[in-house]
């Protein structure tokens, strides 16, 4: 009776470890965020536009405060002021639309390659169900 109880208790954990590990898949992927913990807050003066990392110790982060941007370098020896008051300008808008056009065009391409799988598995599924494939063809 023993090793009954001890591979429940296994499957149970596995059950519960899988359980997390698609929550954190969901999370992920999904990129979710919790709300925030500050109740009336209406639009935040602070926000990490994009971090990107140089080595194992440094990084770049761009933050913004207030409509206004600062470039700064995150060491163990502490943050660095790159630049600062950066403001937007038409360049920037120019380059914000190209990269928005490039990202719509690659949606556009995973919507037909989408599309394309479909129709072949519909295509497959039809020739399955009408007898023209075996079993031991698919595998």
Avoid at 42 to 53: A, D, H, N, S
Wanted: net charge positive.
């Amino acid at each position: 009776m023993e090793l009954v109880s001890i591979l429940r208790m296994l499957g149970g954990l596995g059950v519960v470890l899988g359980l997390l590990g698609i929550a954190l898949w969901v999370v992920r992927r999904y990129d979710l965020k919790l709300p925030g913990r500050i109740a009336g807050g209406t639009e935040r003066r602070l926000e990490l536009v994009e971090r990107l990392p140089l080595d194992k110790r440094r990084s770049v982060a761009l933050i913004r405060r207030d409509g206004r941007e600062h470039l700064l370098l995150l060491a163990p020896e502490g943050p660095q002021l790159i630049e600062g008051c950066i403001l937007r300008d038409a360049i920037d808008d120019v380059a914000a639309e190209a990269r928005a056009a490039t990202e719509r065009g690659r949606q556009a391409e995973a919507r037909a390659n989408a599309a394309a799988v479909r129709q072949s598995f519909g295509q497959m599924v039809e020739r399955a169900s009408a007898g023209r494939i075996r079993t031991s063809d698919t595998i």
